[in-house]
């Protein structure tokens, strides 16, 4: 069964420091989407990104925050200057095939856990 | 987007049947159901979706009422590694919709 990987699982960093969290999203698919959960708490919307372009983004995802679609597989999220605050699970999401259905599942990656110290 | 109320946690036994209720009264016309389930630090995996009446799958059941005001998922003879946090929410669950999480039901299936 096809599914969505990220890399890296966890990601320890120091503050002000850059991070790319990647995706591969599944094959086909045309919707991508960032999350992230902070530890015991709900599972967020970050940004949603279509056709090479964001299509929706939360006001959790400031400019401190880019995605991109550097080639046709993966997906990654970029944090410019990470604050103590950005550490939390980051989950990459994909759906959309070629059908376009509005009923597409989101299938969810396993997830990288970024640490900020 | 439907606000979206479930019980916070449910307790169940080995073998049992578990049955979660979904509170959704503001349901738009065209918004479907869908539920996720969560084990700890991974993603939410779908487990099933419907529009009205009853959708089964090799996973769970989902009934949903004629007013479409609440839903209900149902998990046959659940295991120890049913215990995870499910998730009902209420919209289009893919193009371009974002998914909208709350804080979800909190399964504990014990031996």
């Known amino acids: 069964e096809p599914e969505v990987t990220q890399t890296p699982s966890h990601q320890v960093t120091q503050m002000g420091q850059e991070v790319i969290l990647r995706c591969v999203p599944i094959?086909?698919?045309?919707?991508f989407y960032w999350y992230r959960q902070i530890l015991g708490q709900k599972v967020e919307f970050l940004v949603s990104?279509?056709?090479?372009?964001?299509?929706?983004k939360s006001e959790i995802f400031d400019d401190q925050f880019s995605v991109e679609r550097p080639d046709g597989s993966n997906f990654t999220l970029k944090i410019r200057s990470t604050k103590l605050e950005d550490s939390a699970m980051y989950f990459c999401?994909?759906?959309?095939?070629?059908?376009?259905?509005?009923?597409?599942?989101?299938?969810f990656g396993p997830g990288t856990r970024l640490t900020v110290l | 987007l439907a606000k979206t109320t479930q019980p916070i946690s449910m307790d169940s036994y080995e073998g049992q049947e578990v049955n979660i209720t979904c509170s959704h009264n503001?349901?738009?016309?065209?918004?479907?159901i869908t539920w996720y389930q969560q084990f700890p630090s991974q993603g939410p995996r779908f487990i099933i979706q419907?529009?009205?009446t009853k959708v089964t799958n090799e996973v769970a059941s989902l009934f949903i009422p004629a007013d479409r005001k609440s839903s209900t998922l149902s998990l046959p003879r659940v295991s120890l590694s049913d215990t995870a946090v499910y998730y009902c929410?209420?919209?289009?669950?893919?193009?371009?919709?974002?998914?909208?999480f709350g804080a979800g039901t909190r399964l504990a299936v014990h031996p």
């Open positions: 503001n349901i738009a016309t065209n918004d479907y």
């Open positions: 999401a994909s759906s959309g095939d070629t059908s376009l259905s509005s009923t597409d599942t989101q299938y």
């Open positions: 990104f279509y056709n090479n372009e964001i299509s929706e």
């Open positions: 094959s086909n698919h045309l919707y």
């Open positions: 419907g529009y009205k």
């Open positions: 929410l209420v919209g289009f669950s893919g193009g371009y919709n974002k998914l909208i």
